[in-house]
């Protein structure tokens, strides 16, 4: 079975998520731009989620940790939750 690891910025906004977007793309740490704007929990752990397997997740961000490059910062991504980064850190097929 698939699993991955991943972390993520949660926000309310897509303008928001854009504007942190540049920032991390500009050279700022993902988990200290997590830390400080994500509206999830796992912002104060650098925004990592842990390892999960396909389904575990909402849709939309499955989509992306099952299909998307590793170590890139993928986004805004819609959720019912609101707008997310996401950065896939692994993923075993």
């Given at each position: 079975m698939a699993?991955?690891?991943a972390r993520h910025i949660?926000?309310?906004t897509e303008e928001v998520c854009q504007d942190l977007k540049e920032q991390i793309e500009g050279g700022k740490d993902f988990?200290?731009?997590a830390a400080e704007?994500?509206?999830c929990p796992s912002g104060q752990s650098g925004g990592d989620l842990?390892?999960?397997?396909?389904g575990q997740m909402v849709r939309e961000f499955?989509?992306?940790?099952?299909s998307g490059d590793l170590n890139t910062v993928h986004g805004p991504v819609k959720t019912q939750f609101g707008y997310?980064?996401?950065q896939i850190t692994?993923?075993?097929d």
């Open positions: 699993t991955a690891t949660l926000v309310e988990a200290a731009v704007f994500s509206a842990g390892a999960f397997g396909p499955d989509e992306v940790v099952f997310h980064l996401i692994s993923r075993v």
